[in-house]
């Protein structure tokens, strides 16, 4: 009968040494929070904020406006800040590029500048 214990901690050190892990531990607790925030809380707020402008009937120069375009650029400040001094990954965990923060920020800028124009219609 195999020993299992050998076999599981060996199994245990190569998850250790995996790229996954060193990235994990690499980025921290800061990578983790840029992440949450330009994956999903930016974007949440981006949508709070787009609605709230049109709940106030999509008035130019309100306080929700600056928010929400201050708001967009710090999401893509934030996701530049992620992939140059975080260690930020792709979807598919390679290694992003500064080719991967230009396609989001130009797919961010897009689609949240044609939800700023159409709720402020």
Same mark, same amino acid.
Request: net charge positive.
């Given at each position: 009968?195999?020993?299992?214990? *050998?076999?599981? &901690?060996?199994?245990? $050190?190569?998850?250790?040494? !995996?790229?996954? #892990?060193?990235? @994990?531990?690499?980025? =921290? /607790?800061?990578?983790?929070?840029?992440?949450?925030?330009?994956?999903?809380?930016?974007?949440?707020?981006?949508?709070?904020?787009?609605? *709230?402008?049109? &709940?106030?009937?999509? $008035?130019?120069?309100?306080? !929700?406006?600056? #928010?929400?375009? @201050?708001?967009?650029? =710090? /999401?893509?400040?934030?996701?530049?800040?992620?992939?140059?001094?975080?260690?930020?990954?792709?979807?598919?965990?390679?290694?992003?590029?500064?080719?991967?923060?230009?396609?989001?920020?130009?797919?961010?800028?897009?689609?949240? #500048?044609?939800?700023?124009?159409?709720?402020? /219609?």
């Amino acid at each position: 009968m195999p020993n299992l214990s *050998n076999s599981y &901690k060996s199994t245990i $050190e190569a998850s250790d040494n !995996s790229s996954a #892990a060193k990235q @994990a531990k690499k980025t =921290g /607790l800061a990578g983790v929070l840029a992440r949450i925030y330009w994956m999903m809380a930016g974007q949440a707020i981006l949508a709070v904020l787009a609605l *709230n402008i049109r &709940k106030d009937g999509g $008035e130019f120069g309100t306080l !929700s406006d600056i #928010a929400f375009l @201050a708001n967009l650029a =710090g /999401l893509v400040a934030v996701r530049y800040l992620d992939i140059t001094r975080l260690g930020g990954q792709t979807t598919q965990g390679d290694p992003a590029t500064l080719s991967d923060w230009r396609r989001f920020s130009i797919a961010a800028v897009a689609v949240w #500048a044609v939800v700023f124009v159409v709720v402020h /219609l």
